[in-house]
């Protein structure tokens, strides 16, 4: 579509870029972007509607602009009203503005509602060399379809309602190649906390990230959004996947997906979007899938994880002076001494979900490994599905019955823990293993601990009570019914 | 937006590196409808402790902040920039920044200048020395002065222009809208719609 596409060898994250200029920058001014899908919620865009109509602007594309309320959203008791009088009062400014100004909305209660990374892929509107944008920094999730996603603030989310455009200077392109076969166990989650751990958790600062290789390959869509998804806890802006057979069955038949001509059309497209031979990246990372282990984070930040196996590193052992001291100061919040195996730490909740890890694929791992088994005392257990659609499909499967009887809450959709804006929250001191991407301090909750890890992880420490891998657990003794 | 030249202000040290914003303002705040009214959000967990460099007097009225590297990683929440501006803050000084932050604070007129890490080092010692000392910020010449110390400040060149001249992105933007509509012209019809509803 655009005229000036260079001459050369170009990557994955180079084509969907040049074929979104609308104008292209000259003079270190940026170049001005079209945005295909631009999805909206209640936190960051209350003050983006203001805007609007401070300047009596309307949304200049209703049809490439759709919302969803999730991260204040209670998971119990959704026919209620919101307790919580701030939540509920940005939860109706939402409501109004979707109304006022004309946005598809889908609100608590509705099928459709659920975490906005969750909705867009399953309504197939996120599609390969598609450009997404949302108030949200997780909205990297989408370019596991070969899309260039990234998160944008408030202004910006005024910006293209008003536009449908952003002024942006290119990103970098990092290429990470994962190759060779995961362990049984090892999962998607504990590829792209390794990868953190290698490159720190601004190594990829001004960077998109290309995941390849067959270790990536050989990944689900649902294994690719979680990559994706962490991509900014590496400080990254995006990450992306080139899209493949995988991709085209997912967006395939999906509600809102091409149909007839448009598919064709698309595909043909498509197919012509992964990075061509001797294409030049910015920088290169490699990583041995052979090698990877279950992965979990000691610290107070994405980057400070180790092998599930290993054990809480000593900040001595590190050279950097600002890493010693951050990690001096996360052993400190987290209640861990050095030396200590990982293995050998106690949790207090297991949360399970996030827009991370709360897909059909997550939850079906979560409940193959506590099948049959009953949680530990003492632990708090909380399933909360990333989408009503996902609770609903999870429900078609029996896997609420299997939570509950593990002895999980099995809760509504939402971003729930991941953030405890709504009433999910750890209490002071609360040690938790999480399936979700930010163990900052207070992150779920004032004073609360977190470990990021896999479901697969989360569901054998929930059966524990410590920190551990399926392959930890006694074989099943069945439970009585 | 209101235009940017240079600033004077007492001086903090933010001596962490990493700083996220969950730390700058914690998501408990985000809910908050309105664009200003966020000063009590700023580092909130962290003003519990006394010791807080902004719970101390000489620097409770602190309009620009010297942190260390990775400063504003995390979340994408423009509230965090929102809160350092309702506090007062007009400059913000450290080693390196989290891309999505730098983007957001350059729309709502803080400045973000990126110094060397030995330069945060010899600005927190002269903060330490006197504390409440006054700092001038000039955009213009991207330059700090603190005491006897100039350090060298960079912003991006397009963002200090807007600085400078108090430009709103939107208006600019729609300059071009004519282009923007022959681009929607040449669009296929495989990209996504979110209407009709399916």
Redesign the interface.
């Known amino acids: 579509?655009s005229t000036t596409i260079p001459d050369r060898p170009r990557t994955l994250a180079e084509k969907v870029w040049d074929d979104h200029l609308?104008?292209k920058g000259e003079d270190?001014?940026?170049d001005?972007i079209?945005i295909?899908?631009h999805l909206v919620h209640e936190?960051?865009s209350?003050?983006a509607f203001?805007g609007l109509r401070a300047?009596g602007?309307p949304v200049r594309r209703?049809?490439?602009?759709?919302a969803t309320e999730d991260?204040?959203t209670p998971t119990l008791e959704i026919d209620k009203p919101i307790a919580?009088l701030?939540?509920r009062?940005?939860i109706e400014?939402l409501r109004r503005n979707a109304d006022e100004f004309g946005v598809?909305l889908h609100s608590l209660g509705d099928k459709e509602q659920g975490i906005v990374h969750v909705v867009g892929p399953q309504l197939?509107?996120?599609?390969p060399g598609?450009t997404v944008v949302c108030?949200?920094?997780h909205t990297s999730t989408h370019g596991a379809f070969g899309a260039m996603a990234f998160?944008?603030?408030?202004?910006?989310v005024?910006?293209v309602l008003?536009?449908?455009?952003l002024?942006l200077?290119p990103f970098k392109t990092m290429a990470i190649t994962v190759e060779g076969e995961l362990k049984p166990g090892v999962t998607a989650k504990d590829i792209i906390l390794a990868i953190i751990a290698k490159i720190g958790?601004?190594g990829g600062?001004?960077y998109v990230l290309e995941f390849r290789g067959s270790a990536i390959r050989s990944l689900s869509m649902e294994g690719r959004m979680t990559m994706c998804n962490m991509s900014?806890e590496a400080?990254a802006?995006a990450g992306m996947i080139a899209p493949d057979e995988t991709t085209f069955a997912y967006v395939k038949d999906k509600?809102?997906a091409?149909q007839g001509q448009?598919?064709d059309?698309?595909v043909a497209?498509w197919r012509t979007l992964p990075s061509d031979e001797g294409a030049v990246y910015d920088a290169e990372v490699f990583l041995d899938a052979n090698e990877l282990e279950p992965f979990v984070t000691w610290g107070t930040?994405p980057g400070q994880g180790v092998s599930l196996s290993d054990v809480v590193p000593d900040p001595a052992s590190f050279a950097d002076a600002?890493e010693r001291?951050?990690a001096e100061?996360a052993l400190a919040y987290m209640d861990l001494a050095a030396g200590t195996p990982l293995k050998d730490v106690t949790v207090d909740a297991v949360f399970m979900g996030s827009c991370t890890n709360s897909r059909i694929e997550d939850l079906r791992a979560f409940a193959s490994v506590i099948e049959g088994r009953h949680k530990a005392d003492g632990v708090r257990v909380m399933v909360v599905p990333g989408s009503a659609r996902v609770r609903l499909e999870a429900e078609a499967e029996g896997l609420d019955k299997v939570f509950t009887a593990f002895g999980a809450e099995w809760r509504f959709a939402g971003c729930s823990m991941c953030?405890?804006?709504n009433p999910d929250q750890l209490a002071p001191g609360e040690r938790c293993a999480s399936t979700s991407n930010?163990n900052?301090?207070?992150?779920q909750g004032?004073g609360g601990r977190t470990h990021l890890v896999s479901p697969l992880v989360a569901a054998a420490t929930a059966v524990l009570g410590r920190l551990a891998s399926p392959s930890d657990l006694p074989a099943v003794e069945k439970v009585e019914a | 937006m209101e235009k940017f030249t240079t600033h004077t202000g007492i001086a903090a040290a933010l001596t962490?590196?990493?700083v996220?914003t969950?730390?700058i303002i914690?998501?408990?705040y985000?809910?908050?409808?309105?664009?200003t009214g966020f000063e009590d959000a700023l580092f909130a967990?962290w003003r519990q402790d006394p010791d807080f460099v902004l719970n101390q007097p000489a620097f409770a009225r602190a309009s620009i902040l010297v942190a260390?590297?990775?400063f504003g990683?995390?979340?994408?929440?423009?509230?965090a920039?929102w809160a350092l501006r309702d506090y007062g803050f007009q400059v913000v000084l450290s080693p390196?920044f989290?891309?999505?932050f730098r983007?957001?604070a350059g729309?709502?007129g803080l400045v973000t200048g990126v110094i060397s890490e030995a330069d945060v080092e010899a600005i927190w010692a002269q903060i330490e020395a006197q504390p409440g000392i006054e700092m001038t910020v000039d955009l213009l010449e991207r330059t700090a002065v603190i005491g006897e110390l100039r350090v060298s400040f960079e912003i991006?060149?397009?963002t200090r222009w807007r600085l400078l001249e108090g430009l709103d992105?939107?208006g600019?933007?729609?300059r071009?809208e004519d282009?923007?509509a022959q681009?929607?012209a040449?669009?296929?019809?495989?990209?996504?719609?979110?209407?009709p509803?399916?």
């Open positions: 579509m609308v104008v270190g001014q940026p001005l079209y295909d899908l936190v960051t209350p003050q203001d300047e602007r209703l049809d490439l602009t759709i991260h204040n919580d701030t939540s009062t940005q400014t598809r197939g509107l996120t599609m598609i108030g949200d920094s998160g944008i603030g408030t202004s910006e005024e910006h008003a536009t449908q455009t002024p200077k958790a601004n600062q001004g900014i400080g802006r509600p809102h091409p448009d598919w059309d698309a497209y930040n600002n001291a951050a100061r953030l405890g804006m930010r900052f301090e207070g992150r004032k | 962490r590196s990493a996220d969950d730390q914690p998501a408990v985000l809910k908050r409808v309105t664009k967990n260390g590297p990775d990683t995390g979340s994408s929440r423009e509230h920039v390196k989290a891309d999505i983007g957001n729309k709502q991006d060149d397009y992105d939107i600019l933007t729609l071009n282009k923007i681009f929607e040449r669009r296929e019809a495989w990209r996504p719609r979110t209407l509803v399916r």
